[in-house]
């Protein structure tokens, strides 16, 4: 019982909350284009996130003891390399650059959920159980997932829709 109530779970919870804020703020924009768009994409992408999330969590949890840990690197690398090819389409512009970095930071993403996932095993195997930060790596995972895979999905709709017309 005092495990749940202690200070560093209330920072935890604290920053937790501060997390989905931002991200629910950040999202909204997003959300009010798509529905303006075709409003059954937000429950398409929601399962279609989850099945991957699902099925990346299960693929990380039933894998060798530390076999997606070494992924973290790598993870990190591409997350820079994506920084960089951003910034640089801040100044030029290019759709191709904007394309490469959406699918890049989509499979970026579901990286991540097999990096975090093991390494939350690995975490509570170490006596690591602060529950709010684990939720909160795989929340930030989840989001990442759910607004590309959203975005992608919107592409393909507007697309759809300007060929119709």
């Known amino acids: 019982m005092s495990g749940l109530f202690n200070r560093e779970n209330?920072?935890?919870?604290?920053?937790?909350?501060?997390?989905?804020?931002?991200r629910g703020l950040s999202t909204g924009p997003l959300l009010d284009i798509v529905i303006r768009i075709n409003p059954g994409l937000i429950a398409t992408t929601f399962f279609g996130t989850s099945t991957v999330?699902?099925?990346f969590s299960l693929a990380s949890l039933y894998a060798a003891d530390g076999k997606f840990l070494c992924l973290?690197?790598?993870?990190l690398s591409v997350c820079s390399t994506l920084f960089w090819m951003a910034l640089f389409n801040i100044f030029f512009g290019s759709y191709f650059?904007?394309?490469?970095n959406l699918y890049l930071g989509?499979?970026?993403m579901c990286g991540f959920v097999l990096y975090d996932t093991q390494s939350?095993?690995?975490?509570?195997?170490?006596g690591d159980t602060d529950y709010v930060y684990h939720s909160m790596n795989l929340f930030i995972d989840f989001i990442g997932m759910f607004t590309r895979l959203l975005i992608i999905l919107t592409q393909k709709e507007d697309r759809k829709k300007k060929n119709r017309d």
């Open 10 to 22: 209330a920072f935890s919870s604290h920053s937790f909350s501060l997390v989905k804020r931002s």
């Open 53 to 55: 999330f699902a099925c």
């Open 72 to 75: 973290g690197g790598t993870l």
């Open 97 to 100: 650059v904007y394309q490469v």
């Open 106 to 108: 989509l499979t970026l």
């Open 120 to 126: 939350i095993v690995e975490k509570c195997r170490m």
